[in-house]
Every structure is written in C-alpha cells, then in structure tokens.
C-alpha cells in the first residue's frame, strides 16, 4: 500500500489514505505522518476500524499516552479495559443510552466548547486520534480551528500587545461556564491550574500559533473582567469561518489533530441518541536541548 496525502483544505485538513492503522506502522510511514501533521494541523483517515489496543498502539508511536481528566477521576467505574483509551459515549458502563440530564453528559457537552486538549496539565496534549465508533445522524460534526492561520490575520497591535502574555488553563472552567461541576473537590484538587504563553512556537513547523480555548480563565498580571474580555476577543477572532473545518463523521473515521496549533469541538446532536466516539491523546515532549 502507498500512503497519500490529500490536502482537504489548502493548509490545514488533509486525508491521509492507503495506509491500514491497526497494523504497525512503518518508521517511514509514522514519518510522513508527523510532516503531514506539521504542514496540516488535522489529519482526515476514514474506513478504519480501529480496537482499543490498536487505536493506543498507533498513539503511542507518536509519544507518551496523556490521559486527560482520568487522573482526576480514577475511582469513576470504567467501561473500557485499555486505560489509554479515553471514552467518550453518551452510555452507562452496560452500553445503554444516558438519560440527557445524566451529569456524565456535561463532561461531554463541555466538549461543545471551543478547547485544545489537556491544555490544563503540565505538560499538556500534543496529539489527538479520535475514532468515531457510533455517530448519530444529523448534528455531531466536529470543527477544528486553525491558531496559527488566526495568529497570522491578528492585527499588528493586537500581536504586541498578547507577544508575552501568560494564560491560566484551568480543567473546570468548562465546568462552571454549564452551571456546575460533576466533579468532587478531591477530584478538582487534583489538577490545579497551569500556565502556558498566549502564544508560542510549534517547534515541527516554526509557525507562531495562539494557544488559548474555554481551558483560559485568567491572564497574568491583568484584572479578571479585563482578561476574560481579552481572551473572548482573541476566541472569536481565532473562530472566524475561514479557520475553521468541519468534519462530518461516517463510522470508522479517526482523527488526528494537533492540540498545540487547534482548537477544536463538538456540535451539538440530539443527546437522546447514541453518540460514541474514542480518543487517544499523547503528551507534549520537550524537545532534549544538548
Ligand atoms: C475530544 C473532543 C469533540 C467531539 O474528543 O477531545 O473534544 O466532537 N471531541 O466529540
Ligand atoms: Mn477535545
């Protein structure tokens, strides 16, 4: 099988075919891949019915398995054995559809925010590989959007003026923008906040990228109302349509996306219906400087 890269959009989505992910991946293979994500940002492979071992098989070839909010929810019961793999199913551990109240689809509304994965942790997500297992349909697409093709349009002054601001990322955020958290205080405790520059250098590609989404709650050394106002302007300036793609899922499509230059989330869908879908996630790795 020859791998082929297609660019879906001119420099940001691309569909990668003739490659077979459950089987292990060539270095040469792996290799284009990591080229195509620098150039691109989202990576578009359909048809590929991936199970849990193999789904974190192929993500760890691209680095050390994040594991999101688990750490902070470890005693949850768990409906998949692989503890690599992130389980994202409006389901109960049996497989039956969640009522809509259940406070386990808050998590998962919260998706429905605009956010770049584990930004929260230290150190946060590089890659996501999301397989779509069971899409609902009508509603349910993905959107993804481009923070270095935003970074770039930002106005000269509005540059300077974030050039070497700090952000707080706080996992519960999210969680008190719907009213509430479904997480306990120990559970909250476990992953304080983290800080990360409002904008940084993607070291594959060398290309500034803002790096914010609903995770930002403070901005250092500027008052809250002042900040939020800040990264509110800077989240829809980001959001704009000619950033964003929209993927309509089919049953077997993965994705992968890089956390460090995206902001992705869900659409929202009729929480009455199945929605099942799975994620692998990788952390950042510091590159060795001597
Ligand atoms: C995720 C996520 C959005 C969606 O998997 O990290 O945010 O459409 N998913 O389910
Ligand atoms: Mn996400």
Redesign the pocket.
């Known amino acids: 099988m020859v791998m082929n890269i297609e660019a879906v959009t001119p420099d940001f989505a691309a569909s990668v075919t003739g490659v077979d992910l459950r089987q292990t991946l060539s270095d040469d293979s792996l290799s284009q891949i990591k080229q195509a994500m620098a150039r691109y940002g989202v990576l578009i492979f359909r048809d590929q019915p991936l199970n849990d071992d193999q789904h974190a098989a192929f993500t760890r070839r691209f680095g050390p398995i994040d594991k999101g909010l688990l750490l902070g929810s470890q005693k949850r019961k768990r409906r998949l054995s692989n503890a690599d793999v992130?389980d994202?199913a409006n389901v109960d551990p049996e497989g039956n559809v969640l009522p809509a109240e259940n406070s386990r689809n808050v998590s998962?509304i919260a998706?429905?925010f605009w956010?770049s994965?584990s930004s929260f942790k230290d150190p946060p997500a590089k890659y996501?590989i999301?397989c779509g297992i069971d899409l609902p349909e009508g509603g349910?697409?993905?959107e993804f959007a481009d923070q270095r093709a935003a970074y770039d349009a930002l106005s000269d002054a509005l540059k300077a003026r974030i050039e070497n601001l700090i952000a707080e990322h706080w996992a519960f955020h999210s969680r008190a923008m719907l009213g509430g958290s479904n997480h306990t205080a120990e559970e909250m405790d476990a992953l304080p906040s983290v800080h990360w520059p409002l904008v940084h250098t993607i070291p594959e590609s060398g290309r500034k990228s803002l790096f914010i989404g609903i995770h930002t709650r403070e901005i250092a050394g500027i008052p809250t109302a002042e900040a939020r106002m800040l990264l509110h302007e800077l989240l829809e300036q980001a959001t704009q349509r000619q950033f964003v793609h929209r993927h309509n899922w089919q049953n077997h499509d993965v994705l992968m996306w890089d956390n460090q230059c995206t902001l992705?989330?869900?659409?929202p869908y009729d929480l009455n219906k199945l929605?099942a879908?799975r994620?692998c996630t990788t952390e950042v790795v510091l590159e060795n400087v001597g």
Request: hydrophobic share 25%; charged share 30%; no cysteine.
């Open positions: 992130i994202l998962l998706n429905q956010h994965d996501s999301l349910g697409e993905t992705h989330r869900g659409r929605r879908l994620r």
